[in-house]
């Protein structure tokens, strides 16, 4: 994906010069953030609001994803696992959850034709989407993954091809966004929402998976990485894995055992969703009121 | 904890809040934040500071790595959620100081001599330091965490006592106590 197999290797390949895998990559991050204004703009020009503070958390995320797929992250990724840790921390955690906190679903169920929206308001509730939506399935597919990419030995048969390294990036990125949404159970309608001790119990397990992941690489270092370099990508996995996984529990904990607006509150409110009181943190706390919320974002996208 | 939001939320009187018991939330945020504190600790003070742990020892088994893990996530999911239990609580108006503390001493007593006992000595998964005479931190260690679970359990029972008193008496508990 980098074309570290490219034409003149290093030197040339630095600097502003993108090779073609990274213009692909680049061209994705930038049609991302533009859907996404567009469907600002869509929501405003119908005379709903919509948080700008989400179109900034979008952004953001992909941001992350780009330093971790084309910057000098990634490019010394190739040589250096730290470096590669780093990037496993901006792609697959701390992207996934700005982008989850984003709302994109909620945004499309407002912004798309009426037949479009309910159509995804009709597959968010499908039995088909309780399966990969559901924080057991999440947590193996993101955790799990990790442990066959390293562990497993799949780490150096990935890191050999372009298609099998933009695979491995697109696999971490999605199964890390659908993680931290089944953990969170929103902002977006999460009709199969298990309760919230079932989310804390498994994003405890899945915490400990992740560290007990480190722990092992740095013991045992992945086939074909210097132990040296293992051991500080270990580090780096660990501890910089710890923030985002501690705004995680943070955001869970604030949903489920936090304050909550009075019930007598919501429908005096003129002007929408969303007591202007909860402004400015909530709108980054997912999953707060949660029946309503999800019914309101479903009516809201059909409806409009 | 899991049924303690299907009430109508902070406008419930103090006092009988939404049906359920008020001591027992209490208790629960302090034993939450009683093992969060005493694994903070732990790992700040004797692994980051004094360097007596280290991040992957070499002896550690396999059983010590997921153990290790599986307290490192549960105890940072504790002291978040132990701190916003008490938020709830102080919003309600149904902090309780005594209760509180009864659980954060039975939490963090239970933790530290949990560790001391079954990590340190029964699994072997490492000790408090190494290369030195183990026996003098061994008895400190859990000496300090023995104390603390007994002073958690008078505590548990006292207020176990003041709630019943309160009841008989019909009046609130955390008045007597706060």
Known sequence: ?????????????????????????????????????????????????WPAGRLALWTCGWLCAGAALLGPVAERAHRDFAAHMAGHVLLGMLAPLLLVLAAPVTLALRALPR????????????????VPTHPLTAAVLSVGGLWALYPGG?????????????AVHAHVLASGYLFAFAVLGGPDPAPHRPSPPWRAAVLVAAIAAHNVLAKTVYAVPPPGVDPERARAGAEVMYY?????????IVLLCAAWLGPRP??????????????????????????????????????????? | MARARSGPGPAAPPGEVSGYDRRGRNLAAGVLLGLGTVAFLDEAVFHQLLH?????????????????????????????????????????????????????????????????????????LHQIRYGVDLLPYDLVWNAIAALLLLAGIVGWVLTGRARAAARRSGASPARRAG
């Open chain 2, 52 to 124: 007596w742990h280290h991040f992957y020892d070499r002896s550690t088994t396999a059983v010590g790595l997921v153990s290790d893990g599986l307290f490192h996530a549960f105890s940072w999911f504790a002291t978040v959620a132990g701190f916003f239990l008490v938020a709830a609580l102080h919003r309600e108006r149904a902090f309780w100081a005594g209760a509180f503390a009864s659980g954060w001493l039975t939490g963090a007593g239970f933790f530290q001599l949990y560790d001391g006992l079954v990590q340190h000595k029964l699994m072997g």
């Open chain 1, 262 to 304: 009075a019930p007598a509150a919501r429908p005096g409110q003129a002007g929408g969703r969303g007591a202007p009181a909860r402004r400015g943190p909530s709108a980054l706390t997912p999953g707060r009121d949660r029946r309503p919320a999800a019914r309101s974002a479903g009516r809201t996208g059909g409806g409009r």
């Open chain 1, 240 to 248: 910089g894995g710890a923030p985002v996984e501690i705004a995680l």
């Open chain 1, 115 to 130: 037949p479009s929206a309910r159509a995804l308001a009709r597959l968010l509730a499908s039995r088909a989407a309780a």
């Open chain 1, 154 to 166: 799949l780490y150096a048969a990935a890191s050999s091809g372009p298609w099998g390294h933009a």
């Open chain 1, 1 to 49: 994906m980098h074309g570290h197999g490219g034409p003149g290797g290093g030197p040339a390949g630095t600097g502003a010069v993108l090779s073609g895998g990274e213009w692909a990559v680049a061209a994705v991050l930038a049609a991302a953030v533009l859907a996404y204004g567009a469907g600002v703009v869509a929501v405003w020009v119908r005379g709903t609001d």
